[in-house]
C-alpha cells in the first residue's frame, strides 16, 4: 500500500503563486509515475500533471504557469503554481501508480491522497 498526504492550499489572490507538496509513504517507490488532479465544484475530476524518471506532462491550461517537480530522497513530489487564476480553485489530489508510463486517465492511478483544496479570488 501506498500512502498520500497533500499540504500547501489555501486561498490566494489571482495572479498570485502557491506550492502543493504530496508525501509519499508505505511501498512508495521512486519509479512510481506521480500526478495532480483537480476537481472544481461540480465538475469532473481533472488531470494537471505527472512526472516520473521519463519526463513530465502537464494539461494544456497549466502549461508555462504549474512546475511539477520530485524529491525522491523525500518521497515528496511538488506543483509550484505560479500566475493563478479563479479558474485553478479546485481540491488538489496527489495521485501514484505503480510503473513510469505517463498517463492522464484518473482511473488508471491506484493511489489517492486526501486532497487539498486551492482558492483563487479574483
Known amino acids: 500500500q501506498v500512502q498520500l498526504e497533500e499540504s500547501g492550499g489555501g486561498l490566494v489572490q489571482a495572479g498570485g503563486s502557491l506550492r502543493l507538496s504530496c508525501a509519499a509513504s508505505?511501498?512508495?517507490?521512486?519509479?512510481?509515475?506521480m500526478a495532480w488532479f483537480r476537481q472544481a465544484p461540480g465538475k469532473e475530476r481533472e488531470f494537471v500533471a505527472a512526472i516520473s524518471w521519463r519526463g513530465f506532462t502537464y494539461q494544456d491550461s497549466v502549461k508555462g504557469r504549474f512546475t511539477i517537480s520530485r524529491d525522491n530522497a523525500k518521497n515528496t513530489v511538488y506543483l509550484q503554481m505560479n500566475s493563478l487564476k479563479p479558474d485553478d480553485t479546485g481540491v488538489y489530489y496527489c495521485a501514484a501508480r505503480a510503473g513510469s508510463t505517463l498517463r492522464v486517465g484518473r482511473d488508471e492511478y491506484d493511489y489517492w491522497g486526501q486532497g487539498t483544496q486551492v482558492t483563487v479570488s479574483s
Open positions: 508505505g511501498r512508495a517507490s521512486s519509479t512510481y509515475a
